[in-house]
């Protein structure tokens, strides 16, 4: 239980989200799906890495599923979004590092509008594709945790409550959620949108400068997915780092 000040900050940090199920057997409504061959633009060439091979194709999300849920996404108003990810199946000991952007190549998100003609691609060898299961999403709330500056910025008042917080961002989610669209990220490498914040301004500058804080909000969770979760795991957005989680965050314009 929250004190009323601490919960009262903690309620206005809550950010709508999607919490995902992979399965015929998940409760909610379908977002998109996991895996299996990609539908892409006719005559589009399966995406690569240069020099290194070919991305695995991850999942598949529909643009106007995802506007109707109204989880602060602005995305197109119809199509898909096809999230393609080098996974090491090449070459496992390569991976996406945002400390090296030349790296940031093994990572793609391909929008098909609803009107192109569209083909089923097949991966190129050496790529195992993933099984395709449908992604099944239910309404939810997201809060933040420590590896957030904002969590730090807005809690460091209250020493205290920082184990009643922590323990109410765990029970909000649950240690269940495999899978998520919005919302803050959940990974086990570090707040995912201060590496691309340091990506982008270097790291001479400190979370609590104003710039820092403007870039931080232009970027929002469009995709998470775990490995851990049987498929892949993948955590979105316009740039992306590989590790146990990838993840990806996609910038608002």
Same mark, same amino acid.
């Given at each position: 239980m929250l004190p009323a000040e601490v919960a009262t900050v903690w309620d206005g940090l809550l950010l709508p989200a999607l919490h995902l199920r992979a399965g015929d057997d998940a409760?909610?409504?379908v977002v998109g799906r996991l895996g299996g061959d990609p539908l892409v633009p006719r005559g589009m060439p399966w995406p690569e890495w240069d020099g290194v091979g070919p991305l695995s194709f991850l999942a598949a999300i529909e643009c106007s599923t995802v506007r109707a849920a109204d989880v602060g996404l602005t995305l197109p108003e119809d199509g898909q979004l096809l999230f393609f990810c080098y996974d090491g199946q090449v070459d496992g000991d390569l991976f996406i590092d945002l400390d090296h952007p030349s790296?940031? =190549?093994g990572a793609r998100i391909i929008y098909v509008p609803a009107s192109t003609p569209t083909e089923r691609l097949s991966a190129l060898a050496p790529?195992?594709?993933y099984d395709e299961v449908p992604l099944r999403a239910r309404q939810a709330?997201?809060?933040a945790t420590w590896e957030q500056p904002v969590w730090? =910025?807005?809690f460091a008042d209250f020493p205290d409550a920082f184990g009643a917080v922590g323990?109410? =961002?765990?029970a909000l989610a649950g240690l269940c959620v495999r899978h998520q669209i919005g919302g803050y990220p959940m990974t086990c490498q570090g707040d995912v949108v201060s590496q691309v914040v340091g990506a982008v301004l270097g790291e001479r500058l400190a979370p609590e400068s104003p710039?820092?804080?403007l870039e931080a909000r232009r970027w929002v969770l469009l995709l998470q997915v775990d490995f851990d979760a049987a498929v892949a795991t993948w955590e979105a957005g316009a740039r992306p780092t590989l590790g146990r989680h990838h993840s990806l965050s996609v910038k608002v314009k």
């Open positions: 409760d909610g409504f790296t940031q =190549a790529l195992r594709p709330a997201s809060a730090w =910025a807005v323990d109410a =961002a765990i710039l820092w804080q």
